[in-house]
């Protein structure tokens, strides 16, 4: 009888929870539901007004309006292209800066890159405005070429295009890419690039051999995140004043407070959300096969 009891106990059933475990969920319901409450339910009314259309009920037909658009096509593409050249114009000179600031011996380098820290922190817009007083229409760099020829205008004008909205974005976001670079250098060894550099390597060869298989992680953690940022900037794109330049937040501004077409302007957010979301999950799975 004994043996049966024993082996009733023994049997495996639905696992209790400790007294430690159900406390920690009781921790944990109350951000949860402020996360739901802040960012999820948020979301699902702009998913639920995307597919309620002006005339009511619930249809597919905002989506086959916004996508039927010329403007939504051409402000996707913008969207994409503006993002993937300033995420490779970010990569390529924040490597450069950070590879200056981490091994080339200069005063002022630790100053140089406490200031990358609290340059992001600063507002899109802020450097937005500096580009324009530098190179905008009645800016410096135009004040300073008509007094020095007498001409009555200056010849920099390209901040209102597509490419002053790269350079205000490459300019802003590359401390992005920075940051995780001069956090992985700083753990780089060394005796390494002592090894190299006596056995008579030169800089380049260093770089590409030691440094930079070394960096593959934080560029790709850098460059995702500048990606995903770039392909929701709304700031850059509307203090620089390019009109030519729409991009889908853009888009989102318009037609809902320009058009008052809430639906259209929920359907190109959610296209905006799950872009950036799939970006995410690649970076994701490229971060982890790269071991980041």
């Known amino acids: 009888m004994r043996e049966a009891v024993t082996e009733v106990r023994a049997r495996p059933g639905r696992p209790r929870r400790s007294p430690r ?23 699902a009314l702009v998913v639920r007004q995307s597919v309620q259309p002006d005339t009511g009920g619930t ?38 800066l950070a590879l200056v600031i981490a091994f080339v011996p200069f005063p002022g380098a630790r100053v140089v890159s406490r200031f990358v820290d609290v340059f992001l922190s600063f507002p899109s817009f802020l450097i937005t405005l500096a580009l324009l007083f530098v190179y905008g229409t009645v800016g410096m760099a135009n004040g300073l070429w008509a007094n020095v020829t007498g001409a009555a205008d200056g010849p920099f004008r390209f901040l209102t295009t597509p490419w002053g909205v790269l350079l205000a974005e490459i300019t802003y976001f590359t ?3 920075m940051r995780p670079l001069l956090a992985a250098f700083s753990q780089l060894d060394t005796a390494q690039l002592e090894a190299a550099s006596s056995l008579g390597a030169r800089a380049p060869r260093i770089v590409r051999r030691i440094i930079l298989p070394e960096a593959l992680p934080a560029l790709a953690a ?30 989102v501004y318009g037609k809902a407070v320009l058009e008052s077409d809430y639906p259209g302007a929920c359907v190109v957010a959610v296209v905006n959300v799950l872009i950036s979301v799939g970006l995410y999950g690649l970076y994701r799975v490229v971060s982890r096969r790269a071991g980041a």
């Open 21 to 43: 475990s159900r406390t920690a969920l009781l921790w944990a319901l109350p951000p949860t539901a402020a996360l739901g409450l802040v960012f999820l339910y948020p979301l």
């Open 222 to 251: 850098g460059g995702s995140l500048v990606l995903v940022l770039c392909l929701n900037e709304f700031g850059i794109v509307l203090f620089t004043g390019a009109k030519g330049v729409t991009t889908l937040p853009m888009l």
């Open 175 to 177: 401390p992005f890419v």
């Open 59 to 96: 249809s597919l037909r905002p989506y086959a309006d916004v996508f039927a658009l010329r403007p939504f096509r051409e402000a996707l593409w913008t969207t994409v292209w503006l993002a993937l050249a300033s995420t490779a114009g970010c990569l390529v000179l924040g490597f450069v």
